[in-house]
């Protein structure tokens, strides 16, 4: 089998072009072999599905094993490299690119989920998101779905948009539910911390994701951890890269986020049921952080195509 080399990606939106219709691309290397790390970024969204064989996926400061059949997820700009042996592995690599194009809805539980694999905006990335990576419950059916995807994409038969998006979304499904059924696996973090301190700062993130809707005081939060309030908002900060109510206001607004995209409520409505006690607040910080108002973001997502097609 040829072997073939992987090129520098800092732009990968001029070389698949389809990215800004489509907002989805693939590239398929059967037999890919780097010997030596060689960082580099890229200007969207890289998911590294491995098919197979055994490497180490890099980062700075950090490595990974891997091992085929499962998912590394690169956010923008993260500097990453694959290293392999002199056999190689397969891997496929999928480029989105959501600021062109949303990405699909999915049912419930699995929507709320999603935004833990693929971060709605890029401000949303953390120390803990800046690569995630799962194994799948069910590989043979993650395979043959992303080798449908790729195909379709090269092959480019009548109605290939719509099958290639179809894919994608049943892709993703697979995914949320791998995570709901064997979780996430994040990025290192401090590795100072030793595996109490983690695995109480991890309970807490988790608590904070699934309990973002509740009025949460530090006080609280300190109780269920047994650590000191001070000492708890150090120590997480320095696990994720933000401080407790940065991390759940960046939590509820991905929320809200999903509610504005898949449902007509009034705004007010969808920002009290998201933990948001003031209407100006959340417009306020939903601003600041996403770009643009809730009002705008709702009329540009239902303006937008979609993954559906």
């Not at 989805?24 to 780097?34: D, H, I, K, M, Q």
């Not at 920002?271 to 948001?276: H, L, R």
């Amino acid at each position: 089998m040829k072997k073939k080399k992987l090129t520098e990606r800092t732009g990968v939106r001029q070389r698949f072009p389809e990215l800004e219709s489509l907002g989805l691309a693939t590239e398929y290397f059967p037999c890919y072999v780097n010997e030596k790390p060689h960082l580099h970024g890229t200007d969207v969204i890289l998911l590294s599905f491995i098919i197979r064989g055994e490497a180490l996926h890099w980062m700075e400061g950090e490595q990974y094993r891997e091992a085929g059949v499962s998912l590394g997820v690169t956010h923008y700009g993260e500097r990453h490299t694959i290293v392999t042996g002199p056999e190689g592995i397969g891997i496929m690599n999928i480029y989105l690119n959501p600021e062109n194009r949303a990405l699909p809805t999915l049912p419930p539980p699995l929507s709320r989920v999603l935004p833990e694999l693929l971060p709605l905006h890029p401000c949303f990335k953390n120390q803990l998101n800046r690569i995630v990576r799962i194994s799948f419950e069910r590989p043979d059916e993650a395979l043959q779905l992303v080798m449908k995807m790729h195909c379709e994409l090269k092959e480019k038969h009548p109605g290939y948009r719509d099958a290639a998006l179809a894919c994608f979304k049943l892709f993703l499904i697979e995914c949320c539910r791998s995570i709901l059924s064997c979780g996430l696996r994040h990025a290192d973090t401090d590795t100072n911390q030793n595996s109490e301190a983690r695995g109480r700062l991890e309970f807490l993130r988790g608590y904070l994701d699934t309990n973002y809707q509740k009025q949460l005081r530090l006080e609280q939060l300190a109780k269920k951890t047994g650590l000191q309030k001070n000492y708890l908002c150090r120590v997480f900060k320095n696990y994720t890269g933000k401080s407790i109510f940065d991390y759940l206001l960046e939590r509820r607004l991905q929320s809200a986020m999903i509610s504005l995209r898949e449902r007509g409520d009034k705004i007010a409505s969808i920002a009290f049921e998201n933990g948001f006690q003031d209407l100006s607040f959340f417009n306020r910080k939903f601003r600041e952080i996403v770009g643009q108002t809730p009002s705008q973001y709702r009329r540009r997502q239902r303006n937008f195509p979609d993954f559906r097609g």
